[in-house]
């Protein structure tokens, strides 16, 4: 890494050209732009600078430069590899968790990033089949669309096309006008997996309720369904538990 700085905020995290390539080649299926802020002009015979203003252009495009955004002077570009990198090097190396998984994604011509980090050996199981994944999800952009967000839930799997329930314990943001620190993501990560402790007990407690009869009545009797809709959608099992609608009234009396 380049020299780090030690500010109020955290240690400044940012690598070399040649720890961005070495990051790059971790993820050949990743497409990483190459962004630089250059100047902006307007006008067709004579140009004028725009005053304060920057286009983020992405050097490595396959059609010649192309610009990803415009932007204030003040903005620092926060580079992809960066953000993997500091990834790999807090949540990444967590000990006592098991196996962690970085899966870097880029769209939209690389303009935007959406980083996964999965810890597939704390699979908790709160009910037979039904099990609840902690995971991390990290975003970033040069488009301008999104500032550097991270968020640390559980996922639980509900569909077999990958469609889930997420639910975020923490988070943080920070603008592109400053530095990106390390000790961000370290501090949602360790907060969320104590935080996952205590709610995957709570969820337990949760699936193992069962809903009085008056009250299963007077939910459908809120609901705009018919009838005969009521019996397609009580006969429906879940994915994942095959529990019937219909079931989670059963063990109460009414």
Known sequence: ???????????????????????????PDTYFA????????FGRREKLRVLDKVAIVDQTAEKGPATLGICSEKY???????????IENSAGKLEGYGAVEVKPHTYLDGGRLKCTINFPDMKTAIK???SVIPKIEVFSSY??????????GAFQLKCTNGM??????KQF????????FLNDLGEVTSQGLAIFGEQVHQWKLWGEMKVPEFLYEEMWASLPFSEKERERIEALPEIGTGMLLSEAKKGIDS
């Open 143 to 152: 488009d301008l669309s999104t500032k550097l967000t991270g968020r640390f």
């Open 128 to 130: 037979q089949v039904d």
């Open 173 to 180: 943001a920070k603008r592109h006008l400053q530095n990106l």
């Open 76 to 86: 620092k570009i926060i580079h992809f590899e960066d953000i993997i990198h500091m």
């Open 34 to 41: 190459d962004p630089v802020l250059e100047p902006l002009w």
């Open 1 to 27: 890494m380049e020299k780090a700085m030690t500010l109020d905020g955290g240690i400044e995290y940012v690598l070399s050209a040649e720890e961005r390539a070495g990051v790059r080649a971790k993820y």
């Open 164 to 169: 889930g329930i997420w639910k975020s314990f």
